[in-house]
C-alpha cells in the first residue's frame, strides 16, 4: 500500500488518507480513531463516528477513522464472496462530507492477522500511530483469533492512560443497524429499508464504460458502470438519482443481465432523464431511490420498449412523490483527486 495522500475535495475541505502502517502526517497528530470495518456507513456507523468526533474536540484532537483492507472476512473466506457495500474511495467521500479529518487503511494479512490484542494496541496504536482516544461499536473484536473484546480494549487503554468509549448498538424500527441487514434488504431489492439503515440512500460510484449500444437503438441510451461481481443487488429496474460533475439528475436504472438480448455479466445501466452530453469516461454517484420491478425477458424489441416507455414514467413519478430523497440523499457527493503532500 501506499503512503500518507491527501484528498482534495471539491468542498475545498482536506482529507487526510492514509495507507498502511506508516507515521501519520502532522494534520492527524494523535488522533482519536474510529475502529472497525464501516461497511456501508450505516447508522450505527454514524453513531461510533459522532462519539468519536465528540471525544477529539474534548481532547483537541483530530478525528480518523482506522479500518481495514481487504475486510476481514474477504481474507479468511476467500472463496465466499463479499457483497462489499462501500468501496474504499467512497468510503473515503462519504467520511469528509461527515468532516471526518482522514481515514487510515491498514493492510489485512498474515502480520496483521497474527497479531495479539495487546500487540495491536500498544505497538500499532500506540507506538506507531500515536492515537490519543479510542471509540469501537459494541461488537468490536480485535486481534488474533479475535481474542480482544470491548472490555478487554476498555483494560488495556487503561494500563496505557488511553480513553476508550464503547458505543451501544443502535436499533432502526425492529432492525438493528448493520452492514448484513443492509446487504440483505438491497438482495430483496428493498432499498427504502436499506436508506433507513444507512440514513441515507445507498449509492454505487463507477466509471461509465461503452456497452453495445443497445440502448441507443431503442430510443434509451444508458450509462454503464461495471459493478464489482460480488454485487449482489437485485436484478431489476430502479428509479435513480445520479451526480455528474457536481450536478445532480434523475433517471431509471437496469441493473441485471439483459437477458432479452445476451444473458451477460451482470451490468449497470442508466438512462438520465432530460440529458444531453458525453459520459464516457466520466466517474458518476448512481443513487438507488425506488425498485420498480424484477428482470424478465421479453418476446421481441416492441414490447420491450413499452416497457421501458412505462419504467420510465413510473421511475418519474415514484421519484416525485416521494419528498424524503433529497433529505435522504448525500448527492453530490464529491469524488476525490488524490495528490502527494
Same mark, same amino acid.
Given at each position: 500500500m501506499s503512503a500518507n495522500r491527501t484528498e482534495k %475535495? *471539491?468542498?475545498?475541505? *482536506? @482529507? #487526510? %488518507?492514509?495507507? =498502511? %502502517?506508516t507515521p501519520l502526517p502532522a494534520s492527524l497528530s494523535g488522533p482519536v480513531v474510529a475502529i =472497525?470495518? @464501516? #461497511? /456501508?456507513l450505516h447508522r450505527g456507523h454514524r453513531a461510533v463516528i459522532d462519539q468519536t468526533q465528540n471525544l477529539a474536540a474534548r481532547l483537541s484532537a483530530p478525528a480518523a477513522v482506522l479500518t481495514f483492507e481487504p475486510h476481514p472476512r474477504a481474507y479468511f473466506k476467500p472463496d465466499e464472496a463479499l457483497f462489499e457495500l462501500t468501496p474504499i474511495a467512497l468510503k473515503a467521500s462519504i467520511l469528509a462530507h461527515w468532516n471526518v479529518n482522514g481515514m487510515i487503511v491498514l493492510p489485512f494479512n498474515a502480520e496483521m492477522a497474527a497479531t495479539s490484542a495487546p500487540d495491536f494496541v500498544e505497538n500499532i496504536l500506540i507506538k506507531t500511530l500515536g492515537v490519543t482516544g479510542i471509540v469501537v461499536g459494541h461488537d468490536f473484536h480485535f486481534g488474533r483469533g479475535r481474542e480482544g473484546s470491548p472490555d478487554a480494549l476498555k483494560a488495556l487503554g487503561a494500563q496505557n492512560n488511553l480513553p476508550v468509549e464503547i458505543v451501544t448498538p443502535l436499533v432502526v424500527g425492529k432492525d438493528l443497524a448493520s452492514s448484513s441487514a443492509i446487504r440483505a434488504a438491497l438482495a430483496e431489492g428493498d432499498v427504502g429499508k436499506a436508506a433507513r439503515l444507512l440514513g441515507y440512500r445507498w449509492l454505487v460510484r463507477g466509471e461509465i464504460i461503452h456497452g453495445e449500444k443497445i440502448g441507443r437503438t431503442l430510443g434509451y441510451p444508458t450509462a454503464n458502470i461495471r459493478l464489482s461481481p460480488n454485487c449482489q443487488l437485485k436484478h431489476g429496474i430502479y428509479a435513480v438519482r445520479l451526480a455528474v460533475d457536481g450536478v445532480v439528475h434523475t /433517471?431509471? *436504472?437496469s441493473y441485471g443481465r439483459r437477458p432479452t438480448f445476451d444473458n451477460g455479466a451482470p451490468l449497470l445501466e442508466v438512462f438520465v432523464f432530460d440529458f444531453k452530453g458525453d459520459l464516457y469516461g466520466k466517474t458518476i454517484d448512481v443513487e438507488f431511490c425506488a425498485f420498480l420491478r424484477g428482470e424478465r425477458k421479453f418476446d421481441g424489441i416492441d414490447p420491450l420498449i413499452e416497457q421501458m416507455d412505462l419504467d420510465s414514467r413510473n421511475a418519474r413519478e415514484a421519484l416525485a412523490r416521494n419528498p424524503d430523497i433529497p433529505a435522504l440523499s448525500l448527492l453530490p457527493l464529491a469524488p476525490a483527486s488524490r495528490s502527494i503532500p
Open positions: %475535495l *471539491a468542498s475545498g475541505k *482536506a @482529507f #487526510d %488518507l492514509v495507507q =498502511g %502502517l =472497525g470495518n @464501516f #461497511d /456501508g /433517471g431509471v *436504472a
